[in-house]
């Protein structure tokens, strides 16, 4: 099966600080990714989609400079929440879409991480 | 605009049959995802329909009718462990997933 990692899976920072969260595809190479953010009780939200050697698209609404992505590779993204603070408090969720022939394609998710700011 | 419509919650008791509805109205359709996500965890994929009709997976099987805009979870010999939310997503034109809101299932003994 498509297996995606998130680490970590919970963290518990200050205001202020950055934060950096890492989703990985283990057995299997994704070109592209996707980030979440989901409000308790509330359905996934797009944030952004990460695509490898190429900077993300960011939905409206979503601060480019505030959530900082980076596709290196074929099989890792990564997160950085810059200065954070406490509405940023959330459960971010990476996807990692596996190629299995034009629109069949899957997206498989992370385990999630969640993000409290005090 | 696009729109995923599918029940806020639903109620069933252990060992009997749910079906969750799901329409859309979406620019273009490129196949209809369903998954599955319990509290606290990311969603897990259970169900991907692009042509008309019904897949079956066990005790879940998917319906599709893509001229009514439709779509249905079927969920057979309900366990404890089923209960979860249900999220509706439909892949469109850019092929970007459109999610609907989720039918939080609730499964009484």
């Known amino acids: 099966g498509a297996v995606v990692s998130q680490h970590p899976s919970w963290v518990i920072c200050k205001s202020g600080t950055s934060v950096k969260i890492e989703c990985r595809s283990l057995?299997?190479?994704?070109?592209?990714m996707f980030w979440y953010r989901q409000f308790p009780k509330q359905s996934l939200m797009l944030m952004a989609t990460?695509?490898?050697?190429?900077?993300?698209?960011?939905e409206q609404g979503v601060e480019k400079d505030k959530f900082l992505i980076n596709h290196a590779s074929l099989t890792l993204s990564t997160l950085t929440v810059t200065s954070a603070h406490p509405e940023d408090s959330s459960f971010y969720i990476c996807?990692?879409?596996?190629?299995?022939?034009?629109?069949?394609?899957?997206?498989?998710f992370g385990p999630g991480t969640r993000l409290t700011v005090l | 605009g696009q729109n995923i419509d599918q029940p806020t919650e639903m109620t069933a008791t252990e060992g009997a049959i749910v079906q969750i509805n799901c329409t859309y109205q979406?620019?273009?359709?490129?196949?209809l995802f369903w998954y599955q996500q319990h509290a606290g965890e990311a969603p897990t994929f259970l169900s991907y329909?692009?042509l008309d009709g019904l897949e079956e997976k066990g005790r879940f099987s998917s319906f599709l009718s893509r001229s009514k805009g439709y779509s249905y979870l079927l969920l057979k010999e309900l366990q404890m462990k089923d209960s979860a939310s249900y999220l509706c997503?439909?892949?469109?034109?850019?092929?970007?997933?459109?999610w609907g809101a989720g039918t939080k299932l609730i499964i009484k003994p």
């Open positions: 990460s695509n490898e050697g190429s900077k993300a698209t960011y």
């Open positions: 996807s990692a879409r596996r190629v299995e022939g034009g629109a069949s394609d899957t997206q498989y």
């Open positions: 329909n692009v």
């Open positions: 057995d299997f190479q994704a070109t592209t």
């Open positions: 997503a439909v892949k469109d034109s850019n092929y970007q997933l459109i």
């Open positions: 979406t620019s273009g359709f490129n196949g």
